[in-house]
C-alpha cells in the first residue's frame, strides 16, 4: 500500500524488513543502555583518581567495565536513557544508518562532560579515538579531517601557551584543545570555531550566575569546560549544517 506513494516507499521497505527492525532495535538499546552508564561511569572514574589511579586508559575503561558489569538503574537514568533512545530511534527510522554517527558523536560528548565534571579531566583515551573515528567515519575526507585536527590543536595549543605566559595560569586545558581537535575532524574547522564561540558564551554566563547566586568561590575556581563544549557542540551535531551533510 505504502510504496504506491512515492514519500513513503522507503519508509515501507523499512517497516517490513525483519532484519533492519532488528537492527534498529539492537542499535536503540545499545545506545540507551550506553546512556545509563555515562554518570554512574564518570564517578567511578574520578574515585579511582582520588584513590590513585593513573589518568590513563586502563583506568578509564576499566571503570566502565565495571559499571556496565554491577550499575543498577536508577529513574533520573532510566528516564534520560528513555528519552535519549526514544529520540535515537526516531533518527534512525527518518534517516536511516548514517544518523548513527552523529549520536553516537553526541553520546561520546555527553561521557567527556560528565568525566570533566567529576574529575575535571578530558582523558585522552577518549578524545583520541574520537579524533582517529572522525577522521575515518566523518564527513570529511581523510585529508580533510586530519588536517583541520592539526590546524584545531596547534592553534589552541599556541593561544593556550600564549596565555599561559601572559597570565601565568591556564586558560585552556590539554583536554580542551584535543577536544576541539577531535571536534574538528568530525564537523570541520568553521563549524569548530563556533562551537568554541558559543561554548565560552555559556561558560562566562553559567559564570556570572554562579556570581549573582552568591557564589563567588565557586566562581573564581577553575571551571570544567567540557561541558559547555558538548552543550554547544549538540546543536552542530545533531541539527547543523554539518549533521545535515551527512544525512
Known sequence: ?????????????????????LAWGAAVLGL???GTCLRPWAGHYAGCLLL??????TTLWGAAGRVVRRYRLT????????????????????????????MVLCQTMVALAWIDVRSGLL???LTSPLM?????????????????SALVWAGLAGFAGGYRCLRGRDGFGAGDVKCLAALAGWLGIPVTISVLGLACVLG?????GLWCLDRPSTAGRGLPFGPFIAAAAAPAILGGPASLSWL
Do not use: I, Y
Not at 513513503?8 to 521497505?13: E, T, Y
Not at 528516564?79 to 544518523?99: D, E, I
Open 75 to 102: 529513574w533520573p537514568d532510566a528516564v534520560a536513557a528513555g528519552l535519549w533512545g526514544g529520540g535515537a530511534g526516531v533518527a534512525l527510522m527518518a534517516w536511516g544508518w548514517p544518523a548513527f554517527a552523529p
Open 52 to 57: 590513585g589511579a593513573l589518568p590513563d586508559a
Open 1 to 21: 500500500m505504502f510504496t504506491a506513494v512515492p514519500e513513503f516507499s522507503n519508509w515501507a521497505a523499512w517497516h517490513f524488513d525483519a532484519v533492519q527492525w
Open 32 to 34: 540507551m543502555r550506553v
Open 132 to 148: 582517529v573515528a572522525g577522521w575515518l567515519f566523518g564527513p570529511l575526507s581523510l585529508g580533510s579531517a586530519s588536517s583541520a
Open 123 to 125: 582523558p585522552d583515551a
Open 204 to 208: 562566562v554566563v553559567f559564570w556570572a
